[in-house]
């Protein structure tokens, strides 16, 4: 089991701070488009064969980069950008900090981006997610510092692995017009099934209508 579970996006959303979202966007319309996102990489092994099962059905992602990943692996963060994807902050630890102060979250978020631009340093970070969907009072931080936050609407719990058909099912009769999927690249356990569903599921939903996109503030033309 990975170290690094997202429980479902209503689970933990307790601040208290006025001004704070509720809940942070998890929907990008109401057509039958779908975001596809990935947390807590770049992953030397997994997130290389995502990529490339990506460019092979040309579709479009958000990577939520974690800090001391990028740190480690910045050859991926070139490739994921190089591909056309668009880039998130994930922190730079996958701490907790739900009960974190406003300027211990700010530093970490600086911190995590200064990381991500040493290897990109002129690509945008529109996007942020806390950890574990522990937001507290990281939306108002991440909002002042330009970044939108970006829950989900459908979270697959591919961190306890179920097996890539099962994976597959649940993302193909758990999508909604609209909806930003919660998936991983990275942290802890084999992400191969994650990888492996994608591949399998994007061709039925594109045949069924389903367009993939990023969310609009990567740009007006980001779908694909």
């Known amino acids: ?52 099962v990506l460019a092979a059905h040309d579709v479009p992602a958000v990577f939520f980069l974690q800090g001391d990943q990028a740190a480690s692996h910045p050859d991926l963060v070139r490739r994921i950008v190089a591909a056309g994807h668009a880039l998130g902050n994930h922190s730079m630890h996958h701490d907790d900090m739900s009960d974190w102060t406003p300027g211990r979250i700010a530093s970490d978020l ?64 758990g999508v909604t017009p609209g909806a930003v999927v919660l998936l991983h690249d990275g942290g802890g356990g084999d992400r191969s099934q994650t990888v492996d569903a994608v591949d399998l599921v994007i061709p039925p939903l594109l045949a069924d209508g389903w367009r993939f996109a990023l969310p609009a503030s990567a740009g007006a033309s980001a779908g694909r």
């Open 1 to 52: 089991m990975s170290p690094h579970p997202s429980p479902p996006m209503t689970a933990r959303h307790n601040s208290s701070m006025p001004g704070t979202p509720a809940c942070p966007e998890a929907t990008i319309g109401t057509d039958r488009v779908l975001c596809l996102t990935f947390d807590d990489g770049p992953h030397p092994v997994h997130t290389p064969r995502l990529l490339d």
């Open 110 to 173: 600086l911190e995590t981006n200064a990381v991500i631009r040493r290897a990109v340093p002129y690509t945008p970070l529109p996007y942020f997610r806390a950890p574990y969907g522990a937001w507290g009072q990281t939306p108002t931080v991440a909002t002042a510092l330009g970044m939108r936050p970006l829950g989900w609407q459908l979270a697959v719990t591919d961190w306890v692995p179920p097996g890539t058909d099962e994976l597959a099912r649940r993302l193909t009769e």
